[in-house]
């Protein structure tokens, strides 16, 4: 792709691989032909000036004027709001376009809602109720604010991270064809508070993305050198940029405004320059917070002598000394504009804007900031700053000096601003049956990977053609080689496999090409999650449906664990396989058996988990998966599959036998009249529980085999209409658990059994009211085949049949 012209690109190559990255000063020099129009920054100044005051108002009235019934600090952090005003007024108000995606930095949620108030997409009600019931969120929600939001945001790190990934998003479905030809890319945008680049998933999505030689990024840092606790460390921070540029960023540094470029280049300015440049971060921040006279003081005791140096300070009023020492470049709106318009390709851009936190507030500098709140003399005084009387708090234009018809005029020709939803539709996928055909003895694992294998064999399929797989370096042994052998590795460029070439013989044919279905990711379970984030909200942010499909093995989902709940919490669209699973997966030991993840699967919001035992049931599953993942209220999908082999019953299931394995379980064998006793159980243990039914059954010819297929579906069903029921509504309705246990006699006992905690399983007695022996291993796994395994964690057939006649 074309480098896009820019007139600063003479600035940019000037600087050579080790200097520092360009100062946005010399950007600025380049660009002073009047490239940035006086109407705008006069218009944006206003504009930002609105914006910094219904924010710091919004935060105010939720936490000193609302009434609180409980008497809980509402917060809202006014100082990490007045820091990104500048940024995010000159990104949302002049520079980016309809098609562009922004995840919004967590604590400036309210900057954000008091932009779209701006815009019209947001309500006074809203920002009154902000961070109440049904008011504006905490942290931006795609699902709770509605249509205003492209990515949630919350857990910092996360946010900036999927970016990355929506721009491999789009790339892929460019590559495809499946975006309108001749519609110039959007640019994801991440707004970037600078204590998040702690957070490690920042970098294992900087490097597996890199590989992808992604395009269209851009993560503006708001660098105010202050995190939550304390100061950020300056060398830190150069370290940081480095390796922005080792992985192929564009990096720009906005660190000093107009006035303080002016002031450089008067006598005594190289010294102030130096002294700025030198000042520890903590001695700046604490400066800010003091003022002017402190300024003064501190500057010329750490540079004494410098006659020109106390000449020019001497030309500053402590008001305008003060004014022009926090004048940094994520503060100034030209340095701010002329910066994002020296990008000089499409490559990703980091943006690092020196700024100051709680800039323009009492609050500015104090290291206690962060969940600081001003007081109310303090938002008084800050009331009469900004020339807002009494009543005109949420007013479009009050204390402005520009008129409401020409503020309102230049917000909606905003490039932004173009009033279509931020969400859109894409068509329904028709789903056909899956390609299913029963062998003796098989997997849930191989099950899976031999019905992606048959879709991928379909030609002109708009299923198969639409899925899209990912794994973190665990494509093969999750059984996804079928599918890439036939679909192919997704890249820009066409590679193709040497082993192939070279005729020596492989299993595996990994050609990549921009046609590829696969996106080969490294070991890093977040990346997964990130990157099934991104695909499965492709409908949304591209109007492009995709159906993702990642597989990891089961126990590192606890490693992803927070990147899942944020693909989730945006109501993102996948299908994660997890596999191998349980401690039937025997040989591996403790690492990588797991335990706890059936509990996941019930207690993960917008992920319905399934554990099937036979193919026939992860042929339905599937099907359904596929449908649920494109429903107004359906949501992702979690398979809990095994790699320990069962033999396949014969049978062909009717609609209502696959309305049953998707509800969530079904009798395998129907219980008796007056039934006292069954036995229940989940995946891999459907051998060991066949087993002790056989021998149990002489002598309890009543005795029940109930196979669960999904704990998740089962409970959270009958919990929904237990709530229902306390008020007053479903009393007639029964849930599909209650009706597979109705035939039970009250006094009937059950034994459940699963290969990981037995607290998935042991709430059936709660259902009815039935006694419960729930078998399953709340210990960490070991090394073993799985007979010696299922007899020391007491979950095999002899287990089952103690766990029986205890009641005998």
């Not at 939550?228 to 960023?249: C, K, T």
């Not at 639409?466 to 996804?480: A, E, F, K």
């Not at 599937?622 to 494109?630: A, L, N, P, T």
């Not at 395998?668 to 039914?693: S, T």
């Amino acid at each position: 792709m074309a480098a896009v012209h820019n007139p600063h690109q003479k600035v940019l190559r000037k600087m050579s691989a080790q200097d520092a990255t360009p100062e946005i000063g010399e950007i600025i020099e380049a660009s002073s032909t009047g490239q940035v129009k006086a109407e705008d920054l006069e218009m944006l100044g206003q504009i930002e000036k609105k914006v910094r005051w219904l924010s710091s108002w919004t935060i105010h009235n939720a936490n000193h004027l609302r009434p609180k019934r409980d008497g809980i600090k509402v917060g809202g952090h006014q100082a990490s709001c007045a820091s990104m005003t500048t940024l995010m007024t000159a990104l949302y108000f002049n520079v980016l376009r309809p098609q562009d995606r922004v995840a919004v930095k967590p604590h400036a949620s309210p900057v954000f809602h008091a932009i779209n108030y701006l815009f019209g997409r947001q309500t006074k009600e809203k920002l009154e109720k902000f961070r109440s019931f049904g008011g504006a969120q905490s942290y931006p929600s795609r699902t709770k604010d509605g249509d205003q939001v492209d990515f949630s945001t919350g857990s910092v790190g996360l946010g900036a991270a999927v970016t990355n990934f929506a721009a491999l998003t789009q790339d892929y479905l460019r590559y495809k064809d499946m975006l309108p030809k001749g519609e110039v890319p959007g640019r994801m945008v991440a707004l970037v508070g600078d204590a998040e680049l702690d957070e490690g998933n920042i970098y294992e999505a900087l490097l597996d993305t890199w590989k992808h030689d992604i395009r269209n990024v851009w993560w503006v840092i708001d660098y105010n050198r202050q995190s939550l606790d304390g100061m950020i460390d300056a060398h830190l921070f150069r370290v940081i940029g480095r390796f922005f540029r080792a992985v192929g960023w564009n990096v720009i540094t906005i660190k000093y405004g107009r006035k303080l470029h002016e002031a450089f280049a008067k006598p005594g300015g190289k010294s102030l320059k130096k002294w700025l440049n030198d000042v520890p971060n903590d001695i700046y921040s604490a400066l800010t917070f003091q003022g002017g006279a402190a300024w003064r003081a501190q500057i010329t005791s750490d540079m004494p002598g410098d006659n020109a140096l106390v000449s020019l300070l001497g030309e500053y009023e402590d008001d305008a000394l003060h004014d022009l020492m926090t004048n940094l470049g994520g503060h100034c709106m030209e340095a701010v504009l002329s910066a994002f318009d020296a990008v000089p390709n499409d490559k990703p851009t980091i943006f690092i804007a020196y700024t100051v936190k709680g800039y323009g507030t009492p609050l500015q500098g104090h290291k206690d900031n962060h969940a600081g709140l001003m007081n109310v003399p303090q938002m008084d005084t800050f009331k009469e700053q900004n020339r807002v009387e009494d009543g005109q708090e949420w007013d479009f234009a009050a204390g402005l000096d520009i008129s409401e018809d020409k503020i309102r005029s230049y917000i909606k020709n905003a490039p932004f601003n173009d009033a279509a939803s931020r969400h859109k539709k894409a068509d329904v996928i028709t789903i056909p049956d899956m390609p299913y055909a029963r062998t003796d003895t098989s997997s849930t694992q191989e099950v899976f990977g031999k019905i992606l294998n048959e879709l991928a064999k379909m030609k002109k399929s708009d299923l198969s053609d639409r899925i899209v797989t990912t794994s973190p370096d665990v494509t093969v042994s999750t059984n996804l080689g079928g599918f890439v052998n036939q679909r192919g590795l997704f890249g820009r460029e066409d590679l193709a496999d040497e082993f192939r070439e070279r005729k020596v013989p492989s299993a595996q044919k990994w050609i990549r090409s921009p046609s590829g279905q696969h996106v080969e990711l490294g070991i890093a379970e977040n990346n997964l999650f990130l990157n099934l984030a991104a695909l499965g909200l492709s409908h949304s942010l591209f109007g492009q449906r995709l159906f993702p499909i990642g597989t990891l093995y089961d126990p590192f989902i606890a490693r992803g664990l927070d990147a899942l709940n944020y693909a989730c919490y945006q109501d993102a669209r996948f299908m994660v396989v997890a596999t191998p699973s349980g401690i039937s997966l025997a040989p591996e030991g403790g690492a990588h058996q797991s335990i706890s993840t059936p509990m996941i699967g019930m207690g993960q919001p917008g992920l319905t988990s399934f554990e099937p035992s036979f193919g026939d049931e992860v042929a339905a599953i599937m099907g359904w998966s596929f449908d649920h993942m494109q429903a107004e209220d359906g949501g992702s999908i979690y398979m809990r599959l095994s790699t320990k082999p069962l033999s396949q019953p014969e049978r062909d299931l009717s609609d209502a036998d696959k309305s049953d394995i998707v509800s969530g379980g079904y009798w395998l064998r129907e219980p008796g009249d007056d039934c006292k006793m069954v036995i229940a159980y989940c995946g891999a243990m459907a051998p060991e529980a066949i087993a002790a039914w056989e021998k149990l059954s002489e002598d309890h010819p009543g005795l029940g085999l109930l196979a669960v297929t999904s704990t998740d579906r089962l409970y959270n069903e009958w919990q929904d209409l237990e709530r229902a029921r306390l008020e007053g509504k479903a009393d007639a309705q029964m849930s599909h658990v209650e009706n597979l246990l109705k035939p039970l006699a009250s006094d009937a006992r059950l034994v459940t059994v699963i290969d990981g905690h037995p607290a998935a399983l042991a709430w059936l007695g709660s259902v009815r009211g039935h006694a419960v022996a729930p078998l399953g291993v709340n210990n960490f796994g070991q090394c073993g085949d799985s007979i010696a395994l299922y007899e020391h964690y007491q979950i095999g057939t002899d287990a089952i049949l103690r766990a029986a006649k205890r009641w005998d």
